[in-house]
């Protein structure tokens, strides 16, 4: 066989492997890190906010919101190789929580498996995702509202005076409040390229 044809045959092996669709292994491995992902954010963010609210209260809360989850968020992303975020279908800011379309759908998808009795504590989707010629592995886990989040999170007459008008100055658009204990609050969303 000539240099050639082995460098033609090297590289047809080259284009098979690439061809060769992402096995369930690598897809349990894939969901495992985006899980793993998913969690350093919820625990870094969740830790940051408790102490604020210990320090500071609400008020507080609400700056770790807006200036520090941004920059752990992108910590994050960068660290692993992937996007890591939070969104929601009522969100504060467009810009870093507004849904993409397959966010949407896994967030009313967590609505209808919750009415059919799943809790949104632990509930999550995973799914490797071609869009655009691209292929990724998509990942969201539900974040329920829990007691401390109605604080800035509920009914907006139910909030002290002093975090609506740190709302209404740092989110004019504001539409991530009315939320009562339990309700889906958003989901963390973790997106990996395959290739």
């Avoid at 284009?15 to 894939?30: F, K, N, S, T």
């Avoid at 969104?87 to 993409?100: E, I, T």
């Avoid at 949407?104 to 655009?132: I, Q, W």
């Avoid at 604080?151 to 008008?165: D, I, K, S």
């Amino acid at each position: 066989m000539t240099l050639q044809k082995m460098i033609g045959a090297a590289g047809l092996g080259v284009l098979l492997l690439l061809a060769v669709p992402v096995g369930a292994e690598d897809i349990d491995q894939r969901r495992a890190e985006a899980q793993d992902a998913a969690m350093t954010l919820m625990q870094a963010l969740g830790g940051e906010l408790r102490q604020a609210m210990e320090s500071g209260g609400p008020q507080a809360a609400v700056s770790v919101c807006t200036e520090r989850a941004p920059a752990i968020a992108a910590r994050i992303s960068r660290e692993r190789g992937m996007r890591v975020t939070r969104v929601s279908s009522r969100y504060r800011n467009a810009l870093l929580g507004m849904p993409d379309s397959w966010e949407a759908e896994t967030l009313g998808r967590f609505r209808e498996r919750h009415e059919a009795g799943e809790p949104y504590k632990g509930m999550s989707r995973g799914e490797r995702v071609t869009d655009g010629g691209r292929s990724e592995y998509r990942y969201m886990q539900a974040i329920p509202t829990e007691g401390v989040c109605v604080a800035c999170h509920g009914p907006r007459e139910q909030l002290t005076p002093e975090v609506r008008a740190m709302l209404t100055e740092r989110y004019p658009h504001d539409r991530a409040t009315g939320f009562a204990v339990g309700d889906l609050r958003g989901a963390f969303s973790v997106r990996q390229p395959i290739d």
